[in-house]
């Protein structure tokens, strides 16, 4: 397949051709795609007959990532050219350049670039204006470039513009194809670009002359090889298109200075250069003859318009079908960006949340320092509580080894991968066995190509860049998806032996007060039944017990919500993880349950009791104490949390009254489900607790404990309130512990004084 | 693997925001994902709280994301394509309805790049309550920078007239959120010049409420006391309201000598007398007399003890100065943090080449094992870490979380002999 991006001077004719060269391919039987790079994406017009395609980018903003699908963007037009166009932001807002970005991803992660085509033609605006519109000349884009200009001064300026651009992403193969020249009309023309041409380096690949022909073809809205296929500007651009298809001699970008292209162009002087095509890549397969085995590509010749549209009654042939994504790399997503819902906090932030987890490597933040130090910050928040409620350090969160490439207002201009070199070799340098390179938003939108980084790795370490871009492609969550995602399968080997007593922990909160005492829980239980962790997926481990990972048979899922399912459904499918079928226990019948049935899968029932009866005898005993304050009780529960029966089994075990269970509406999916749902006075889902009606409401139910994931501000004389956690801890007693403090509470039966202060708080504070 | 700490700074970003969220009556606008905003609203919250309620349903409009402070325009991938107006008019109104006396919308490094018309769109929203926009604050720029340009900016916006200067009057310049104790350090410097009869207008950004700022022009001088945070504006000031400033060479007032310094230096300036707040310093030297006396000859200590610091020059010169100086004890690593330094950077390393320990500077804490370490709660904690038998004293931001209620503060005779009580109680097991 060839990959040909056309660039040139804005108004320089450059879609007119591009659209003109796709089409006379499309009659020679090739199967092109063509992708208009422009945001007033008038790239396809001829090729539609005029219809506007919807662009990538106002599909994007208009439908939910769930439901994106190829074929509601790609459009079959004539010669069966499949035509994209990325569209744009209104002039004077927004980032084109980011769009474009944007659009690439898209069509990635839709599989339409994954598709067998002969040639992907990329038509782009202008000038390498910023990194945005430098993704088609990447390495993994365009394999060709040509560049189209007149005579005119300020075109050729740009067309040497972007042989600059491109020199920051040339390989060691030339990839500038030349010159079309299109005339305009002007005396001397064809002389500056031959002498321009010259002193780049640069083939003139066409000269097209002015000709009416264009202004024809354009007012009947047809590609001229359509409309007046015998004319000779047909002939040529069918030329054209056969060189471009066929071509092999690639130059080198050869930019020249300011001063020299003046005294070029302008004044004639001709530099001692002359025309070095770089050393010739491998030949390429002559991928045109391969058959589509899927997409019927039909020579057009309808001139109806109708095909412009999929949804308008087109034939089969004229409906793109993408290539389906491979399963190992379908990106887990999360609720928020599935749902297209405010994002909270950003990927980049998930990500090094994840990354710092391992003890052995490093991670370069590419952005602004304050980006590299609002996740540093957050990572170290809980460890420094910690330190001073507790006195003991948490060393995974403590300094977690964040380099950050603090990019600065030149870089946000220029772009900074100097720097980002600089940054990523320092970590090297550290022989840490792996460094992770995590973007930002502004490294992100500015079109950084961290991909790059992955060739400073070396045999002691390796480079593994994360590309977050910032929220761009996400929220926290997300990130710590996208983490999770490429760790595992840049890391995890397959085809281990599996050593029988080994399990893996997965899942696990990397910043919650629980994931301590959970994981003591755990391994107590573990070490009973005669089992040792072998990894932490991902939270406090290494290099390589990740690489291990498979050496364990069986997975523990920690948290069965939307990150621990979207997890483990990954790890079934992608590495055949074996997962036990029931997550961290919270609470007494859950606990029990989950050590029953764990013992059972090793055939160490007899283990069981020695686990339970210890805890069944302090629950008990509990249960027995407290009964008499808490019977008859009513109990209220306003919550995110999805899972709580761990709590309304031990209220119904202290002979409590459910009254009322709100489940709050959040970002994750309503997952709320409970045994004891016939026990459940009053229950609300996707529930949304207006503050200012809040208090009337709790009056109404009339609760005598109220508990929620936040204290209400509310004056409710007589309620016990309490606080759960959104982690709650795991193990048999987490209920019976909670339930202790309302009967306390309720024992003393005390209205705290300060509560009637609020009026010289007001006075004096407010 | 060793312990990296590096990327620790707040920047210019951080140091525009606590700018606004330092008036008591203003409210930042974050035009800019949630991922910048949850930090910022969280610390801000913390170091300055306005609300009794933490509840976030109160807080339940959706740009507040269940947070009390910095509001954000929650922008994403397609904001930053499309521009982000419709969302930050959503915002601003929903903000404007809360009865701030200035709203202030700052871009994230992201929002910067996309180039909406802040000006325009705020003008369109908010036609009756002030406002400005910071719309770039500068990517990776220092803190100091992004608090100035901020603070700089909102006295743009409030164009003060020209008033009569008041007699023996001050503002106080740099003092702002991200320090410890700031409020404290406030309240101590206004009550010690106060006894001076010099009479403190105001501290831009350090939670004075706006009707206060906009008394600042008032000021008959106005004292840098953190250079880093506060020497732009002064110039500015001086440039356009003719008011001269001071910047106490001796550097932010901590310890007893640099304590001295400052009131003498601030009380000669505008002909005032200091004796009245002389005499207090003396009634605290005799207090750290008594304790010292006591501790030095059951122990020997605090002289010979080991400490290492991390601070910004104008605070880490008194503090050497008063801990090697005062105290006798040893520097083993200093590390400055970035920012404008006016000449107390080149005075701590003079000091420090005169009592034969040139070489603690620039040595890293975390490497160098001291006895004590007075630092931010991350270099305390990476200490920690190492194994360093240290005692850490918290003089920097980010905290270990401790939420402190009572009155404390680093500046002044109660900010020495409150250092110094953390002191004594940490060298016990030397």
């Known amino acids: 397949m060839s990959q040909i991006a056309l660039y040139g001077k804005g108004g320089i004719g450059k879609s007119t051709i591009a659209a003109n060269v796709a089409a006379a391919m499309g009659a020679l039987g090739k199967r092109v795609l063509q992708v208009g790079c422009d945001p007033k994406h008038d790239s396809t017009r001829l090729l539609l007959h005029g219809a506007s395609p919807p662009t990538v980018l106002d599909y994007i903003r208009d439908a939910p990532p769930g439901e994106h699908a190829a074929d509601d963007i790609v459009r079959v037009g004539a010669f069966g050219v499949h035509c994209v166009e990325a569209g744009g932001p209104e002039p004077g807002v927004g980032c084109a350049g980011r769009g474009i970005l944007t659009t690439f991803e898209l069509l990635e992660r839709l599989g339409v670039f994954g598709r067998d085509w002969d040639v992907i033609l990329y038509d782009v605006l202008g000038d390498v204006v910023c990194g945005g519109f430098a993704v088609p000349i990447r390495n993994e884009y365009a394999d060709r470039v040509y560049i189209v200009t007149s005579g005119e001064f300020m075109s050729i300026y740009a067309a040497n513009n972007i042989l600059r651009g491109m020199q920051n992403y040339e390989a060691e193969a030339g990839r500038v194809g030349g010159l079309v020249f299109n005339a305009r009309g002007g005396s001397g023309e064809l002389e500056r670009v031959e002498r321009f041409a010259e002193a780049a380096g640069l083939p003139i690949v066409a000269a097209l002359p002015r000709d009416e022909t264009f202004a024809a073809s354009e007012r009947a809205m047809r590609c001229i090889v359509e409309h007046t296929p015998g004319s000779a500007l047909a002939e040529t651009l069918r030329a054209l298109a056969e060189r471009m298809c066929d071509d092999s001699a690639m130059c080198h970008a050869r930019p020249l200075g300011d001063r020299a292209l003046e005294e070029c162009v302008l004044e004639g002087r001709r530099p001692p250069t002359s025309f070095t095509p770089a050393p010739k890549r491998a030949a390429p397969a002559p991928t045109c003859e391969v058959p589509a085995p899927t997409c019927e590509v039909p020579a057009h010749t309808d001139s109806s318009d109708a095909y412009a549209d999929n949804s308008n009654g087109a034939s089969g042939g004229d409906v793109f079908r993408a290539a389906p994504a491979p399963p190992a790399s379908s990106p887990l997503v999360s609720k928020s960006v599935a749902a297209k819902e405010p ?87 550290c022989r840490p066995p792996a460094v992770f390179v995590v973007s930002t938003c502004p490294s992100g939108i500015i079109g950084e190509d961290i991909e790059a980084t992955r060739a400073l790795g070396n045999d002691q370490t390796r480079v593994i860049p994360l590309a977050a871009d910032g929220n761009l492609t996400g929220d926290h969550l997300q990130g710590i998806f996208l983490a999770y995602q490429h760790i595992a399968e840049e890391l995890i080997e397959r085809g281990v032996s599996t050593e029988p007593d080994l399990v893996n922990i997965v899942a696990e909160k990397t910043i919650a007060n629980a994931t301590e005492g959970n994981l003591d829980f755990v391994t107590e239980v573990l070490v009973q039944l005669g089992l040792r962790v072998n990894c932490r997926f991902i939270c406090e481990t290494s290099y390589e017990q990740l690489r291990g990972f498979m050496k364990a048979p069986l997975n523990l899922l920690a948290n069965e919500d939307y990150m621990g399912r979207g997890l483990r459904d990954y790890l079934q499918e992608e590495f055949g993880a074996v997962f036990f079928d029931k997550a961290m226990p919270i609470g007494f019948a859950e606990s029990q349950a989950w050590v029953a049935e764990l013992a059972a899968r090793y055939g160490r029932e007899d283990a069981v009791s020695g686990i339970v009866e210890t805890f069944q005898r302090r629950y008990d005993a509990l ?144 | 693997m060793a312990t990296y700490i590096a990327s620790t700074f707040p920047d210019s970003l951080t140091g525009a925001i606590f700018a606004f ?114 719309e770039n604050t500068g990517s990776s720029g220092a803190y100091g920078d992004g608090f100035q ?170 503090f050497v100065r008063w801990l090697s100086g005062y105290l006798g004890m040893v520097p083993q690593a200093i590390e400055l943090l970035p920012g404008e330094d006016s000449g107390h950077g080149d005075a701590l390393r003079r000091y420090l080449e005169a009592i034969c320990s040139e070489g603690a500077l620039g040595r890293r804490i975390v490497s160098t094992p001291s006895q004590l370490v007075l630092a931010d709660g991350d270099t305390i904690a990476a200490c920690r870490m190492e194994g360093h038998a240290t005692c850490g004293i918290e003089i920097g931001f980010p905290s270990l979380s401790y939420l402190d209620i009572t009155r404390k503060q680093l500046y002044g005779p109660e900010g020495a002999l409150w250092l110094l009580e953390q002191i004594v109680n940490g060298l016990r097991y030397v």
């Not at chain 2, 008019?89 to 903000?95: I, Q």
């Not at chain 2, 009869?197 to 939670?207: F, K, M, P, Q, T």
């Not at chain 2, 005799?286 to 605090?302: D, E, K, N, V």
Request: proline share 5%.
């Open chain 2, 21 to 134: 969220e330092g008036v008591a009556d203003a409210a930042v606008v974050l035009n800019g994902p949630t991922g910048c905003k949850f930090f910022h609203s969280a610390v801000s919250d913390a170091q300055f709280p306005r609300s009794a309620d933490y509840d976030p349903l109160s807080y339940a409009d959706r740009c507040y994301f269940g947070q009390p402070r910095v509001p954000s325009t929650y922008l994403d991938g397609d904001d930053y394509v499309f521009g982000s107006a419709q969302k930050l008019d959503e915002t601003l109104r929903v903000v404007a309805s809360k009865g701030f006396s200035l709203i202030a919308v700052v871009n994230s490094p992201g929002a910067a790049l996309i180039g909406d018309d802040l000006e325009r769109l705020l003008a369109g929203a908010l036609d009756d309550v002030l406002h400005l926009a910071i």
């Open chain 1, 343 to 429: 994002l909270h906090g950003c990927a980049f932030n998930g990500v090094l949340s994840i990354t710092t987890q391992l003890a052995d490597c490093l991670s370069v933040a590419h952005g602004p320092q304050s980006c590299a130090h609002i996740a540093f910050q957050t990572i170290t928040s809980l460890s420094r509580r910690h330190l001073l409620e507790r006195g003991t350090v948490l060393p995974m969160l403590t300094a977690p080894p964040i380099f950050s490439t603090d990019m600065s207002e030149a870089v946000m201009v220029f772009g900074g991968s100097d720097k980002l070199r600089a940054r990523v070799e320092q970590a090297v340098a």
């Open chain 2, 149 to 318: 340009l901020a603070v700089n900016s909102m006295l743009d916006t409030l164009a003060l007239p020209e008033v009569p200067k008041t007699p023996c009057s001050v503002n106080l310049l740099g003092l702002n959120l991200s320090q410890k104790h700031y409020e404290h350090n406030y309240a101590t410097l206004r009550e010690l010049l106060m006894l001076c009869g010099i009479e403190v207008i105001s501290a831009l950004g350090a939670g004075d409420g706006l009707k206060t700022v906009c008394r600042a022009r008032e000021a008959e001088l106005n004292v840098v006391v953190c250079p880093e945070t506060g020497l732009l504006t002064a110039r500015k000031l001086a440039v356009e309201w003719g008011t001269p400033w001071l910047c106490v060479e001796e550097g932010q007032p901590i310890g007893f000598e640099a304590t001295e310094s400052f009131v003498q230096h601030v009380c000669a300036a505008l002909g005032a007398d200091p004796s009245a707040a002389a005499l207090q310093m003396e009634k605290a030297r005799a207090c750290a007399y008594l304790h010292l006396a006591r501790f030095s000859s059951r122990l020997g200590l605090p002289k010979g003890a080991y400490y290492s610091l991390r601070a910004t020059p104008s605070m880490a010169y008194p």
């Open chain 1, 623 to 766: 249960v027995e104490q407290l009964r008499p304050i808490l019977e008859g009780r009513r109990l209220m529960i306003v919550t995110f949390n999805h899972n709580i029966d761990w709590i309304l089994s031990t209220a119904l075990d202290l002979g409590m009254q459910i009254a009322y269970v709100g489940i709050l509406a959040y970002s994750q999916e309503n997952r709320f489900v409970s045994r004891f749902i016939d026990q459940i006075q009053v229950l609300q889902t996707e529930l949304e607790f207006d503050a200012l009606e809040r208090t009337a409401e709790v009056r109404d139910i009339d609760p005598d404990v109220l508990i929620s994931n936040y204290l209400f501000s509310d004056d409710l004389t007589g309620v016990v309130m309490d606080t759960i956690p959104l982690c709650p801890d795991a193990g048999f007693l987490s209920g019976i512990y909670r339930a202790s403090r309302w009967a306390d509470m309720m024992r003393i039966d005390i209205e705290e004084g300060w509560r009637r202060d609020g009026d010289l708080y007001r006075k004096h504070l407010s």
